[in-house]
């Protein structure tokens, strides 16, 4: 009995040797290890049959049986090790970067030239104390036009110029409607700052677009003069464009009286640049002021007027083509 049992036990060894050495897994070690080791294992099985020994075989076969246990036991543990470290060693060399690839290239995102102009024309005149107000792109005849002072005559209103509707509405042709809103909302003392999307019928080219953007100014308040106008298109365009010689020249707008155009001296050429003016007392009336007491100022330019100056461009369709090539330029 014993011998057969210390025969069954050396060759049970001897199979798990083998089979352990084989295992490619740490998920066959671990079925390995239950199939020899384990509480119902093979090992177990043939201890089983322990209570079937002498009293003088049972130590001597409980013994070979231990070393049994514990030789498979190191095998295990030795063969998991190998098992271990093969893996961290795939693992690192499926996750080895490269660094001699070519990158993904990314292109680095910039901001539009006109939304960079709006940018910087609102940084000046917040630094003024002005806040950005907004209007509507789609407009009444009355605040594009009846309320800043511009009779049903003027050529401003002829059909050439501005996009109408079929309800009667209009698209705006100019952000001074925004004046209107914003006073028709808050009262003195105001200052604001209105940039956006103004609509003309205008043949397009080189220097026309019938969409194009305006940035409108209007300041009202107790006691406010000329001076001040100039002094605040002063400090905006300097800032814009650099300390350059500026003239105000007499113009006429229906909406401010009096009315003045701003010309630059750009490159040693008198550039016309902004419209500005008083705002005329039937303006101020028309929103409920009291023209006696408040007195405005206000101003708008073109906004593509003033990229194309300051980037020296040539045509304001770049301004809309979308090109990444003209437009990584800024
Ligand atoms: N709205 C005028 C235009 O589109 C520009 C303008 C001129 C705006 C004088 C003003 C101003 O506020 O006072 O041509």
């Known amino acids: 009995m014993s011998n057969n049992l210390e025969a069954q036990l050396l060759q049970l060894q001897q199979q798990g040797e083998t089979a352990i050495a084989a295992a490619d897994s740490l998920e066959r070690l671990e079925d390995l290890r239950i199939n020899y080791l384990g509480k119902k294992g093979e090992l177990g099985a043939l201890l089983r049959n322990m209570g079937k020994l002498t009293a003088e075989e049972r130590p001597k ?18 063969q998991k090790q190998i098992l271990e470290s093969a893996q961290i060693q795939a693992q690192l060399a499926a996750e080895t970067i490269d660094v ?10 910039r901001i539009h030239p006109l939304n960079g102009i709006i940018d910087q024309a609102m940084d000046i005149f917040v630094g003024m104390g002005y806040t950005v107000a907004q209007g509507t792109e789609m407009e009444t005849d009355y605040y594009n036009f009846e309320a800043l002072n511009t009779p049903q005559d003027h050529p401003a209103r002829d059909m050439q110029d501005t996009f109408y509707l079929p309800d009667g509405n209009l698209l705006r042709t100019h ?77 006429y707008f229906p909406f401010t009286e009096p009315s003045a155009e701003v010309d630059l001296q750009w490159n040693g050429k008198w550039l016309e640049v902004m419209g500005c003016g008083m705002v005329d007392p039937n303006v101020l009336k028309s929103v409920g002021y009291d023209a006696e007491v408040y007195s405005g100022f206000a101003a708008g330019f073109g906004v593509e007027r003033f990229a194309m100056v300051l980037h020296q ?5 770049r301004l809309y083509n979308s090109d990444l090539r003209f437009l990584q330029q800024f």
């Open 100 to 109: 001699t690839m070519p990158g993904i290239y990314r292109p680095q995102g």
């Open 313 to 317: 461009m040539d045509d304001i369709r």
């Open 61 to 78: 076969i409980g013994a070979i049986a231990n070393t049994v246990k514990e030789v498979l036991q190191e095998r295990l543990d030795k």
């Open 175 to 251: 952000t001074s409607a925004v004046q209107i809103r914003y006073m028709e909302k808050e009262e003195p003392p105001i200052r604001i700052i209105a940039p956006g999307r103004v609509y003309r019928r205008d043949d397009v080219d080189a220097t026309h677009s019938a969409v194009f953007h305006q940035i409108e100014l209007l300041a009202v308040d107790e006691g406010l003069t000329f001076t001040d106008l100039k002094g605040t298109v002063k400090v905006f365009l300097q800032a814009m464009f650099g300390d350059l010689p500026i003239r105000f020249r007499a113009s």
